[in-house]
C-alpha cells in the first residue's frame, strides 16, 4: 500500500537556521507533491506544489525539491523565524496526508 | 469569500448519540472531503465526494455516513457516536481533480465523545 513518512515527528532550531523536513513515500510515483502549514486549532493551508520534472521549487524563504529516483521531497525554511513555527504536512496524492513534522523556531 | 466553514466549532456527544456536521463551501467547488486527525495519526479521509449527488468511502468510513445535497454542502453524520470518534474533523474542498488543485481545509470540529 502507499506509503509515506515524514521522518521527524519534531524538530526544533535556533531563528535564523535554516530547517530542512523530510518526506518519503513508497510503493507510489506521483507527479506532483504538495506541502501544507498547520498552526494549532486550525486546518491546513497550502504552501507550495511541485511536479515531478521540476527538481525544485521556490516561494520567497521557501524552497521545495523533489528527487523521484530516492523518493523523497525536502522542504526547506531559510532564515527561519519563530512566526515559522507551525506542523508542515506534505502530500504526494491530494487524498493521502504525511502525519507532520511539528518545528520550533526558537528565539 | 468565506472560504470553507465548519458547524459547529465544538461539540460533545454521549456515546450513542447522534449528530450531524455541515461543511459549507462558497469557492463553487465540485470536490469535497470530510478527514479525521487525531494525535500521531494524521489525517484521515473519512469520505469524499466528487460532485452533488455522489459520494465515496475513503480510508476510514466505517461510523459515518455522509451527503451531498447540494453542491456547496458537505454532511458528515455520526448515528451512534462512539469514544473512538472522538477527534477533530475537517472539512476541505477542492476545484478539480487535478493533483495540481489545492485543497482548501475548514478550521475544523473538535468533537469528544464520552
Known amino acids: 500500500s502507499q506509503k509515506i513518512e515524514q521522518n521527524s515527528e519534531a524538530l526544533n532550531i535556533q531563528e535564523g537556521k535554516t530547517a530542512t523536513l523530510t518526506c518519503n513515500y513508497t510503493?507510489?510515483?506521483?507527479?506532483?507533491l504538495q506541502w501544507y502549514r498547520q498552526d494549532p486549532g486550525r486546518g491546513p493551508v497550502f504552501l507550495l506544489l511541485?511536479?515531478?520534472?521540476?527538481k525544485e521549487k521556490r516561494k520567497e524563504r521557501l524552497k521545495v525539491t523533489f528527487d523521484t529516483t530516492l523518493k523523497q521531497s525536502l522542504f526547506h525554511i531559510t532564515a527561519s523565524q519563530p512566526a515559522d513555527s507551525a506542523t508542515y504536512l506534505c502530500?504526494?496524492?491530494?487524498?493521502?496526508f504525511g502525519k507532520g513534522t511539528k518545528l520550533s523556531v526558537k528565539p | 469569500n468565506a472560504g470553507v466553514t465548519q458547524t459547529p466549532k465544538f461539540r460533545v456527544l454521549k456515546t450513542g448519540q447522534s449528530m450531524t456536521l455541515l461543511c459549507a463551501q462558497d469557492m463553487n467547488h465540485e470536490y469535497m472531503y470530510w478527514y479525521r486527525q487525531d494525535p500521531g495519526m494524521g489525517l484521515r479521509l473519512i469520505h469524499y465526494?466528487?460532485?452533488?449527488?455522489?459520494?465515496a468511502k475513503g480510508e476510514v468510513p466505517d461510523g459515518y455516513n455522509v451527503s451531498r445535497l447540494k453542491k456547496q454542502n458537505f454532511l458528515l453524520g455520526l448515528e451512534s457516536a462512539a469514544p473512538s470518534q472522538t477527534s477533530v474533523y475537517f472539512c476541505?474542498?477542492?476545484?478539480?481533480?487535478?493533483?495540481?488543485?489545492?485543497?482548501?481545509f475548514g478550521p475544523g470540529t473538535r468533537l469528544t465523545v464520552l
Open positions: 511541485i511536479r515531478e520534472n521540476e
Open positions: 502530500a504526494p496524492l491530494n487524498l493521502i
Open positions: 465526494s466528487v460532485g452533488e449527488g455522489t459520494t
Open positions: 476541505a474542498s477542492k476545484a478539480g481533480l487535478a493533483g495540481t488543485d489545492t485543497q482548501y
Open positions: 510503493n507510489y510515483s506521483p507527479a506532483y
